[in-house]
Every structure is written in structure tokens, then in C-alpha cells.
Nanobody, 118 residues
């Protein structure tokens, strides 16, 4: 499975960005796609996830500002980020998790830089 992320960039505080990720390869119909981020000197953290069966989950920092959406037919996931602030500056990674015979397969995209200027 390969994940290709796009959409990062430089934005002023209060602005918006949209990240997109396309998955290809041997993708199972049941999976979870999501976004994580890693700021300099910090551990990678979950931002939002969306299972193929529906529903969404957001980290507290993302609630009310970010919206995750996915297209199961196209194996894509997007993250609309609004009201961005300097604390959102990080490399954002697309992620896909699926289970094959009870073994978790965890895939990462290459990361896309988001920089918010204050």
C-alpha cells in the first residue's frame, strides 16, 4: 500500500489549508484512514481518523476546527484545517491501518509540511 499526501504549505494564523491523501495498492475494504502530525522536538500525535465504516474521531486540539472526510470508492482521505494557529505547525502524515488475518498493517505517507505564521 502506498499513500501520497499533498496540500501542505505556509499560511497565516487564522487561515485554512486542505490536505489530501490518496492510497493505492492492496487496500482492504475495512480500514481506518487518518492524519497524524509531528512538530519539531515532539512525538507524532493523532489528529483525526475516519474508519471505512463511517464515523470520525478528532484529537481535542482538532475538534471544532478540522474536518476529516474520506471517499471509500477512491481510497482518499482529506483534512480541512480551519482557524490555524502556530501550534498547528508540523509535518502532517497520512495513515492507513487495516487488518489481514488479525495482523495489523500500518502504512504511512511521506509527510507534508504545514507552517502557520503568527
Amino acid at each position: 500500500v502506498q499513500l501520497q499526501a499533498s496540500g501542505g504549505g505556509l499560511v497565516q494564523a487564522g487561515g485554512s489549508l486542505r490536505l489530501s491523501c490518496a492510497a493505492s495498492g492492496s487496500i482492504l475494504s475495512s480500514n481506518v484512514m487518518g492524519w497524524y502530525r509531528q512538530a519539531p522536538g515532539k512525538q507524532r500525535e493523532l489528529v483525526a481518523t475516519a474508519p471505512s465504516g463511517g464515523g470520525t474521531y478528532y484529537a481535542t486540539s482538532a475538534k471544532g476546527r478540522f474536518i476529516i472526510s474520506r471517499d471509500n470508492a477512491k481510497n482518499t482521505v482529506s483534512l480541512q484545517m480551519n482557524s490555524l494557529n502556530a501550534e498547528d505547525t508540523a509535518v502532517y502524515y497520512c495513515n492507513l491501518i487495516q487488518f489481514l488475518r488479525a495482523v495489523a498493517q500500518n502504512y504511512w505517507g511521506q509527510g507534508t509540511q504545514v507552517t502557520v505564521s503568527s
